[in-house]
């Protein structure tokens, strides 16, 4: 298997921009989960996905993100308008079940916003 | 409520020395514990985990974790460090019930 993907894996923009973040999970996984890692606050978890449905959102910071789940082998973690705090890395990852088995990480996006 | 403790930031170890790093949960069901590690500029990787069965745990790359269920513990340990182990070491603990948790994370430096 290829592993989970991202893209883009690097992201530049303006503020008041949109940005979209791209994720295929792992064939068969029925968990997609969006995190985002800064120096300042580590690892957060933005958003849990079990069978393409939302189950938590609280980690979204504002009504500026959002994400998607269309499908089994696709989401989508969209900002708009972009903000320069917004600056951080990316993560998706999946896995068959959310508690009992090891996430799989992507490489990441890292995005920064001037 | 369940989390993760992780003692220490900032780890240093000398080349060859032991590696211990120290990750304490909370938790009122048995959990499943993990251990993930961060290289830079790239995402977290399994290097363990603990679900049911023998406490003692081995992982990739040596590293190992013994769950103590008397002092909520999932510690991880190598015998002796290498350069290549230098990264961020993640523990993270599973509850059931969408329950998930990361710790903040080890930042682990292996001095020639």
């Known amino acids: 298997d290829a592993g989970v993907i991202q893209s883009p894996r690097h992201e530049v923009t303006e503020m008041g921009q949109e940005v979209t973040l791209r994720c295929k999970p792992i064939s068969g996984h029925n968990s997609l989960f969006w995190y985002r890692q800064t120096m300042m606050r580590g690892l957060e978890l933005l958003i849990y996905f079990n069978n393409n449905v939302p189950i938590d959102d609280s980690g979204m910071p504002e009504d500026r993100f959002s994400a998607k789940m269309p499908n089994a082998s696709f989401s989508t973690l969209k900002i708009q308008p972009s903000e320069p705090r917004d600056s951080a890395v990316y993560f998706c990852a999946s896995s068959l079940d959310r508690t009992t088995y090891e996430q799989y990480f992507g490489p990441g996006t890292r995005l920064t916003v001037t | 409520a369940q989390s993760v403790t992780q003692l220490g930031s900032h780890v240093s170890v000398s080349e060859g020395a032991l590696v211990l790093l120290r990750c304490n949960y909370s938790s009122s069901v048995p959990p499943y514990l993990f251990w993930y590690v961060q290289y830079p500029n790239q995402g977290l990787q399994l290097l363990l985990k603990?679900?049911?069965?023998?406490?003692l745990v081995k992982g990739i790359n040596g590293f190992e974790a013994e769950f103590k269920k008397s002092e909520t513990s999932f510690h991880l340990t190598k015998p002796s460090a290498h350069m290549s182990d230098a990264a961020e070491y993640f523990c993270a603990v599973g509850t059931g019930g969408n329950q998930f948790y990361f710790g903040t994370g080890t930042s682990l430096t292996v001095i020639p």
């Open positions: 603990y679900t049911t069965g023998a406490t």
